[in-house]
């Protein structure tokens, strides 16, 4: 039979953390032996570039697209186009509203996020002190849910303050000004919580040129290997991702299942993820992969070469 | 000391030695449609679903909007202006848009204000250039940051939504059969850019003034006028492309339609407008959209990252001006 | 006069252009011409407009390359690539139009491309400045080297421009219409240095469209009619008529026109014109078949107030009456819906749109006329383009030629060509013939005649004494943006024009 | 004219001393000294590309191409040292900046011998370095931990105090403040751009010089493009997006005439620097993000709004009794 065919559509090409997603999916298709991968996206984090993406696989009449989407809403319309032609449609990573996608894969659920990003930075500072986030663009869905879910959970951790909140557009010089800017303004500053791997990697740059190893902390979520220079250098004492590889295997595998009829996308359904399990929807058709996993010092050599 | 001739009848003159045919024949339109032409075979022969009524049809919203602020920013650069702001315009008029839903404001209501956020913009733009006399370019670099900054300020990292059902029309719906209401629309304003630039005294004065806008204005044209219309055409069509876009995307956050107005420039000069004012046509630039739509249509099927496709759009900018000059050079 | 000719028997010629050709698209501007320049010696270039003298200008100075043809220095071929390679043999050129930078230093303009170096090889500012006081002084002009060069009016832009040919330790010094923008006093500065220049031993190219001066310095003389070398020799053996005859290629006969026009209603009336800087106290009365002579020295700000008048620049008071009802002029095209044209005397940058068509050009103005709702219609404006094109006697190959592809009389017949398909009341012409040959000056002269004889009112600008006497039937004097007399009927004389254009 | 000049560039001196001034209001550590030694730090990539632009503007052209020629050698470079760590800096400044200049001369080439117009030009060839970029490194980062000590080190390496990154663009601007005054080739681009026409007639090739000016922006991109990845210690495509408006912005701020033949070496220095305050400004003085792009672009405006003014000219002097006056 003719091979299935998955599309992996991403913010943006490039993204090391995307780029590892993209050998995860690579590596469900070998395992399911009649999947071929599209990996494609904007070289740029927009909506109009995704739009024109999606256009051109809805034309290719792919037979499924799991998307990690730039903007909750604008992909919408595009998205039920693609539902209505027939495709499979799944959001992961970034979410779609959902009139866009069939269902939505978390990396991890929102709350442990949220709780994470504080905890990591809070466990360093038993006393209490001064933090700041640095994200990534203004409409980044993911990064704007887990600041919420972070600030929700801010009472558990008497003493520590989120005293700003900047954007870096998840530009590597913006970032490095921004955490620049928040080292100026604020001399007494402990941490910066950066929720996304362009972020944090800057951050702990900036730390390390304004000679503030071991006064600022910088922690959030990031990749290992581009981080392993910031924990030998210390300007990081640790951070959370959730494993990419496994992300873009379970979204392939759950691309596969909805699309081959295996599975259907309802609330309360199971859908099987290969070696990650099976995934369980919510009442909104969403569901969590895994934990975030932290890496530090005693870890970070062991996956550095991995993603 | 002057002398007098007797008095000489004048010798008749013909009209024009080239015939308007043969013109239009060498001319860089016709050298632009080979092109696209070619474009197009090339896309058959290598993909499968390119021949695809309904594809094409989709493939047509990758430069209807941009083509809409295409035709006005034509007319804006012949008579020697320019604005870079378009695609900022989009994200202020969107954003305008967006804060009247939360108010309930019906579709009609809408587009008045998309129209009319445009318009303020261009005339914006247009008292700057020709009231104060500063150059264009450098205005709407300013009024670029200027515009989407307001959107910024507004709405932060919010999004405006629940834009009424019948809002969707403009940029989703279908008049007949795949030809899409944007697709039309394109059509339409390509029929009437042409007849403004090409057949009124309007197109002529604009020909003229960027050929020499001394001149024009020692010719009794009324230059300033002239070009405050440009502005106020090119801010309209830019609320317009926003209503467009807006239908399309259903949602406004700031950041709606960024780098635009540099794929809007290249269509236009990809289209035989020379960016130093003064000429180039209308039929030019439609044939420059679809060459635009097709490269990056074609290349899409065939999943090739849009940063390979602007190399292509880079090349074929350059190669396209570049390729008769070398021939010439290489014939003499 | 009689050694000079006996001169030129004996010496060789230090620059010699031979079978020179150059061809523009469309336009054969030279045909094998051949110039030769002496020693010690002015040779006179003359020819009609468009006849190539600008072109050879440009050839010898290395700006165009020829098609064919020889230049020889001191007998010697050599080629030109650029203009640098030009003056390091040693030939220098005053350009007709001023090619100078505006937003540069006076003794930049004059030491661009050759500037006085420091021992580390970088330019030395102050010794360049002293060079150019000296330089500027030599030639008797007062101007602060430190000046921008847009600070100056434009007879020091000129004077600037001689002060740079200067600068250049030349041999062949080449002279473009170099007296068209001074006043009088500057050209008899000019000619002293002409003398000078003679003196020590230099050549001397001059071109000019004024007889009076050809015959005062020049030795020599060489004539080119349509681009084709006619003749050459010493002008101690030529009659002025001569001379014409060899340029235009038959008999002209040198008067002014007849004038026959009925002096009718009044058409204009100016009343306390006033700007801050420009101009002041200008009032008077225009009728209906007059000519109104405008006389001034170069600067004296008669441009300004016609450009003022015709709604460019803004006056601070006054009022303009339009067959006795007030007008409100604020901009050119409020002018034209008047029925006040201006025919200005920058004709490239303001006159003509040279990158259009000669029918384009025409019809501008007057679109309404040749339109049908706003929609052009192309027929219509040809015909009326032939029509007053060709009562003009415009020399060009086709109406769709572009108004640059002409020479410079024939650009100033579109421009005018392009007022009267208006149908104006009052026309002003600003220098109408300044830069224009012999044949159409005289064509000029005959359809302004004409103009006035139909009817129309004609307010010329013009800054030589015969032309303004022999067109005129009243004057008005301007020095320093003042008006300062009106002068009609037997008080028209050369004496009364200058004591009061200069103030004495 | 001399007085009008001198006090334009005092004008945006004073603009700039009013902006510290209100800072300082709100957050006094801002003008400490160190802390503006770190603006201008900063700041530096900024003005080695305005002073480059300068130039370009200068001659009637525009260089649009100059950010994405930053990302293509910073790119490279970074490349290179990660497949070869050991190269020492000096060749990797050398690859840089020659890298740079080759791509300038892309422009210029194309500018002078094809007669294509400069806007052109770099817009094509600013889409297709990026494009470059991507094709070299197939979209993939290079990353801080990649690079080696060395490599990340140098713009940072302290002299005097200074930062080696402020000290390049210290020496660029005396550099070319001395080019520009004096030397032919400074003053040839002031004719180009001031009248082309005059300038063919001076013997001076418009399109060689224009080349030139291409040219050397070309190599103030290359050099700022190893220094910057470097300083940020990463590299991907699309590093630097957007800030060839950056460039244009501070080279218009700065009073360069975007009609050509007017600017000076100190203006393009007071752009930037106007520009690199109110950027690091923003962040310290606590005003929303969202602010800052209509702030960069109200300030356009009104410099360039400003500098018209000055230079408007008023009409010639003609009447004796206005020559007191004026
Ligand atoms: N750059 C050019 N391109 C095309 N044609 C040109 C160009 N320069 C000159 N010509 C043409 O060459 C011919 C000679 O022009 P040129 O300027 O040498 O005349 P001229 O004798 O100096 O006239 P004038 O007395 O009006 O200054 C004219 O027909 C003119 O139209
Ligand atoms: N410094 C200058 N900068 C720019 N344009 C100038 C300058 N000087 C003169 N002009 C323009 O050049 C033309 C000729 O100037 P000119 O010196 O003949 O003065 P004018 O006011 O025209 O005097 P008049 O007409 O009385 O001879 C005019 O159009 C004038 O406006
Ligand atoms: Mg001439
Ligand atoms: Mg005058």
Redesign the pocket.
């Known amino acids: 039979a003719e091979d299935m065919r998955i599309a992996l559509v991403v913010k943006a090409l490039g993204i090391g953390f995307f780029e590892a997603a993209a050998k995860g999916a690579e590596e469900a298709a070998e395992e399911l032996g009649d999947v071929e991968i599209i990996y494609t996206g904007p070289t740029d984090t927009t909506a109009e570039g995704q739009i024109e993406v999606i256009n051109s696989l809805i034309a290719q009449q792919v037979d499924a697209i799991a998307i990690s989407a730039n903007d909750t809403d604008a992909l919408v319309p595009t998205l039920k186009k693609a539902m209505q032609r027939g495709i499979t449609v799944i959001s992961w990573d970034s979410g779609v509203a959902p009139e866009g996608r069939q269902m939505h894969l978390n990396p991890s659920s929102n709350p442990l996020i949220g709780n994470m990003i504080i905890k990591l930075a809070a466990d360093e500072l038993p006393e209490g002190g001064e933090v700041a986030v640095l994200s990534a663009t203004t409409t980044s869905t993911n990064q704007n849910i887990w600041i919420e879910e972070m600030n929700k959970v801010m009472d558990n951790y008497p003493g520590v303050e989120v005293v700003a909140t900047v954007y870096g557009d998840d530009l590597a010089d913006k970032s490095y000004r921004e955490a620049q800017g928040l080292m100026q303004s604020y001399p007494d500053l402990d941490a910066i919580i950066a929720p996304t791997s362009v972020g944090i990697v800057a951050a702990a740059q900036a730390v390390v040129d304004a000679g503030k190893v071991g006064e600022v902390n910088v922690t959030g979520l990031g990749l290992p290997s581009e981080m392993a220079g910031a924990i030998e250098s210390g300007a990081s004492k640790s951070f959370a991702i959730w494993n990419p590889i496994d992300l873009g295997y379970s979204a392939t595998m759950i691309a596969h299942a909805l699309a081959s009829g295996e599975a259907e996308a309802e609330p309360g359904a199971e859908i099987p993820m290969g070696r990650m399990g099976s995934l369980t929807l919510d009442e909104n058709n969403q569901g969590a992969m895994a934990d975030p996993f932290v890496y530090d010092e005693s870890n970070i050599d062991e996956f550095k070469s991995i993603f | 000391m002057t002398t007098t001739t007797d008095a000489s009848t004048g010798r008749h003159i013909p009209d024009r030695l080239r015939s308007p045919l043969e013109a239009r024949l060498k001319s860089w339109e016709s050298l632009l449609l080979l092109v696209a032409i070619a474009i197009f075979i090339a896309n058959s022969l290598a993909s499968p679903y390119f021949l695809n009524a309904w594809n094409l049809s989709d493939a047509t919203f990758n430069f209807t909007e941009k083509a809409m602020i295409g035709f006005a920013m034509a007319l804006l650069i012949i008579s020697g202006e320019i604005d870079l702001s378009v695609a900022s315009i989009i994200a202020l008029a969107s954003t305008a848009m967006g804060a009247a839903v939360q108010f309930g404001v019906g579709t009609p209501g809408l587009v008045l204000i998309g129209l009319g956020t445009g318009l303020i913009c261009g005339a914006f733009n247009g008292v700057l250039v020709t009231r104060m006399g500063l150059p264009s370019i450098v205005v709407t670099i300013g009024s670029m940051s200027l515009f989407r900054g307001i959107s910024y300020i507004v709405l932060g990292d919010q999004a405006y939504g629940g834009y009424p059902s019948s809002f969707a029309f403009f940029g989703q719906g279908y008049v007949w059969w795949v030809i899409s209401f944007e697709f039309a629309l394109f059509a339409v304003l390509a029929v009437i850019y042409g007849v403004l630039l090409h057949k009124t005294n309007f197109g002529r004065a604009v020909y003229a003034i960027g050929n020499n806008a001394t001149g024009a204005m020692f010719s009794g044209i009324r230059v300033e006028r002239v070009k405050f219309t440009l502005f106020l055409l090119t801010g309209l069509m830019s609320g317009l492309a926003a209503i467009c876009l807006t239908s399309r995307l259903g949602s406004t956050r700031p950041s709606i339609g960024f780098g635009w107005e540099l794929e809007i420039v290249t269509m236009v000069v990809l289209g035989g407008v020379s960016i130093l004012g003064g000429s180039g046509t209308i039929p030019g630039v439609v044939i420059a959209a679809f060459v635009m739509g097709l490269v990056t249509f074609g290349l899409g099927l065939l999943n090739v990252p849009g940063i390979v496709m602007s190399i292509v759009i880079g090349a074929l900018l350059i190669g396209v001006i570049a390729l008769p000059r070398l021939w010439a050079k290489w014939r003499a | 006069m009689q050694t000079d000719t006996q001169k030129d028997t004996d010496l060789s010629p230090v620059l010699e252009l031979d079978g020179v050709t150059k061809t ?2 469309g ?1 054969k ?1 030279l045909d094998g011409v051949t110039l030769r320049l002496y020693p010690g010696q002015v040779t006179a270039l003359v ?10 200008v440009k050839i010898m100075t290395g700006i165009y390359q020829p098609d064919g043809g020889d230049i020889r220095v001191d007998g010697e071929a050599i080629r030109f690539p650029t203009a640098q390679d030009a003056a390091r043999a040693g030939i220098t050129a005053i350009h ?1 139009e001023t090619v100078l930078f505006d937003e540069l230093s006076v003794a930049e303009n004059i030491f661009l491309g050759h500037a006085p170096r420091t021992r580390l090889g970088l330019i030395d500012w102050a010794t360049m400045n002293a060079k150019a006081t000296e330089i500027l002084r030599g030639i008797g002009a007062e101007i602060d080297p430190h000046h921008k060069l847009h600070d100056l009016g434009i007879a020091n832009k000129h004077l600037v421009a001689i002060a740079r040919a200067l600068s250049i330790d030349a041999r062949v010094v080449i002279m ?2 170099p007296t068209a923008a001074l006043s009088h006093k500057e050209i008899e500065e000019l000619y002293e240095l002409v003398e000078k220049l003679k003196a020590q031993g230099k050549a001397i190219l001059f ?1 000019s ?1 004024k007889f009076d001066e050809i015959f005062r310095i020049a030795d020599r003389y060489t004539v ?1 009619r349509d ?1 084709q070398f006619v003749g050459d020799g010493s002008i101690a053996e030529v009659e002025e008529s001569d001379l014409v005859k060899m340029m235009v290629g038959r008999d002209v006969a040198q008067i002014f026109p007849t004038r026959t026009s009925q002096i009718g209603d009044e058409v204009l009336q100016v009343v306390g014109y006033e700007h801050p800087t420009e101009f002041a106290d200008i009032g008077f009365t225009l009728r209906q078949g007059e000519i109104l002579g405008f006389y001034g020295l170069v600067g004296a700000g008669r441009s300004e107030f016609m450009q003022s008048l015709f709604g460019i620049t803004k006056p601070s008071k006054g009022v303009v009456k339009i067959d006795g009802q007030v007008r409100v002029i604020r901009s050119p095209a409020d002018a034209v819906e008047n029925g006040i044209v201006y025919v200005p005397e920058d004709r490239g940058k303001q006159g003509a749109i040279t990158a259009l068509p000669i029918f384009q050009n025409v019809t501008l103005p007057s679109l309404k006329r040749t339109s049908k709702n706003g929609f052009i219609r192309l027929a219509e404006e040809f015909a009326l383009a032939r029509e007053y094109t060709q009562r003009l006697d415009l020399r060009a190959a086709s109406l769709d030629t572009h108004v ?7 650009q100033q017949k579109v421009v005018i060509a392009k007022w009267l398909a208006t149908q104006p009341k009052v026309i002003i012409l600003d220098e109408p013939t300044k ?3 012999i044949g159409s000056k005289a064509a000029v002269h005959e359809f302004m005649a004409e103009l006035a004889a139909q009817g129309l009112a004609v307010i010329m600008v013009s800054s030589e004494i015969p032309e303004v006497l022999g067109m005129s039937d009243r004057v008005i004097v301007m020095r320093e943006g003042r008006m300062v007399t009106e002068v009609s009927g037997d008080d028209l004389t050369p004496e009364t024009l200058v004591r009061h254009a200069a103030g004495i | 004219m001399l007085r009008l000049l001198a006090s334009r560039e005092a004008l945006l001196l004073g603009a700039i001393a009013v902006l510290l001034a209100l800072i300082a209001t709100r957050f006094p550590a801002f003008v400490a000294p160190s802390n503006l030694a770190g603006v201008f730090n900063d700041t530096a990539p900024l003005i080695l590309l305005a002073i480059g632009q300068m130039i370009v503007i200068l001659t009637k052209c525009i260089d649009l191409s100059v950010a994405a020629n930053l990302a293509l050698t910073g790119m490279v470079v970074a490349m290179i040292n990660v497949a070869a760590p050991g190269v020492p800096v000096v060749v990797i400044l050398a690859v840089a900046i020659g890298l740079g200049t080759l791509l300038g001369m892309v422009n210029g080439i194309l500018v002078w011998k094809l007669d294509i117009p400069p806007i052109v030009v770099t817009l094509g060839t600013m889409t297709i370095f990026r494009g470059i970029i991507f094709l070299l490194s197939e979209g993939s980062w290079v990353n801080s931990h990649e690079m080696s000590p060395a490599f990340k080190a140098f713009p940072r390496a302290e002299i005097l105090g200074q930062p080696v990154l402020s000290w390049i663009a210290v020496l660029a601007v005396i550099l070319f403040a001395v080019v520009m005054t004096r030397t032919s080739l400074g003053r040839a681009f002031y004719a180009v751009g001031g009248n082309p026409h005059a300038a063919t007639y001076t013997g001076i090739d418009v399109g060689k010089t224009q080349f030139w000016a291409f040219t050397i922006s070309g190599a103030l991109a290359g050099l700022t493009g190893y220094l910057w990845v470097s300083r940020y210690a990463v590299a991907y495509v699309d590093i630097a997006s957007g800030f060839e408006l950056d460039v244009v912005a501070a080279c218009v701020i700065g009073g360069i005439s975007i009609a050509g033949g007017i600017g000076t070496v100190g203006g393009a220095l007071l752009g930037a620097i106007f520009l690199g305050v109110i950027k690091n400004a923003l962040p310290v003085v606590n005003i929303s993000p969202f602010w800052q792009l209509a702030i960069s672009g109200s300030a356009i405006i009104i410099a360039v709004a400003v500098n018209a003014r000055a230079s408007r000219s008023k009409g010639r002097i003609i009447l004796k009794t206005a020559e007191h006056a004026a």
Do not use: C, M, W, Y
Not at chain 3, 47 to 56: I, R
Not at chain 3, 404 to 410: A, I, K, M, P, Q
């Open positions: 523009f698209p336009v501007a020819g009609e407009n468009g006849a190539g003298k600008s072109t050879v007709q473009d219409e071109i469209h080119f681009g640059g592809n002409l020479s410079g009389g024939n830069g224009i040959d």
